[in-house]
């Protein structure tokens, strides 16, 4: 086993963040929270942010979120272990899943809660819950096309909705390599206009690197759109175990300097500041 130091070498050292760590509560991650704070430590990261699974409003599955009852404990034990941990700054975060038609009730529940940022994703279409591996069957016999224009519709009225301050995993629809022959490009160009509109920020997540599309989450093209826009990027490993604490950010600094990105963004209660990028 290589020294864990040695992952970052010397980025983390500048201070690099992870805003996307969950914990056990949605029922597929393990590790207790200060095993992912230790990780964190360990890498030499500055701040981490948990950001799990918001309730499901739509239906309950214990294997895919917490319960709602559970949500006050989530921002109870977070809110602990910031005021406990020295060395690196925790950070209360949440993903939420855009589900259209419980946009009220979701922002009720958010309201109840003083988080410092919401990301917004986009797990299901109309009912299907298009990266779970479970249901991958679902992509047969699809117009990918149109499977496409329908993701990055719902995902744009995440962003217009006024719940988030992240979009996570922008282009979480090609996870299982699905793509379609057409050129999406201008799915990605009228998306980011009205994210840029909102005033948001998307997430660039090592996650797809280790599932079957092996690519960041955005993909180069996206990103490049993104840094037209001036669109602010938040770092993110979407770990679900500690040891996935800051996976493959070397790729990540390298892709996000490669577009022309010079600093990431932060939240503290929903308010974006940023930090440079390591060279
Ligand atoms: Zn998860
Ligand atoms: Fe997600
Ligand atoms: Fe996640
Ligand atoms: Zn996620």
């Known amino acids: 086993m290589s020294p864990p130091s040695g992952i970052l070498g010397n980025m ?99 309201a109840a809660h003083t988080f410092d940022y919401v990301m917004g994703a986009v797990h299901f279409l109309d009912g299907w819950g298009f990266d779970d591996p479970r249901y991958v069957d679902g992509y047969r016999g699809r117009d990918l096309y149109e499977l496409w224009a329908r993701y990055f519709q719902v995902l744009g009225d995440a962003a217009g909705s006024g719940l988030f301050d992240v979009l996570a995993h922008p282009d979480l629809i090609k996870k299982f390599g699905f793509r379609p022959r057409e050129d999406v490009t201008h799915l990605y160009a009228s998306f980011l206009d009205r994210v840029a509109a909102a005033g948001l920020a998307v997430e660039v997540s090592t996650a797809g690197l280790s599932k079957p599309v092996g690519e960041i989450y955005p993909g180069e093209d996206f990103l490049r759109l993104c840094r037209e826009r001036d669109i602010p990027v938040t770092l993110g490993s979407d770990a679900h175990s500690p040891r996935e604490v800051g996976r493959d950010y070397r790729a990540a600094v390298a892709l996000l300097r490669r577009v022309g990105y010079r600093e990431i963004a932060l939240f503290e209660r929903r308010r974006r500041t940023s930090l440079s990028l390591p060279d």
């Open 12 to 110: 983390g050292k500048s201070g690099l963040v992870d805003y996307h760590l969950h914990t056990p509560r949605c029922g597929h991650a393990v590790g207790d929270l200060e095993e992912y704070v230790a990780r964190a430590l360990q890498i030499g990261l500055s701040e981490v942010g948990f950001s799990d699974h918001f309730p499901l409003l739509h239906l309950r599955d214990p294997s895919l979120s917490m319960a709602l009852e559970e949500l006050p404990e989530y921002v109870g034990e977070v809110s602990r272990l910031a005021e406990s941990v020295s060395g690196v700054r925790v950070r209360l975060g949440i993903e939420v899943d855009y589900l259209p038609g419980y946009e009220e009730r979701t922002a009720e529940i958010l």
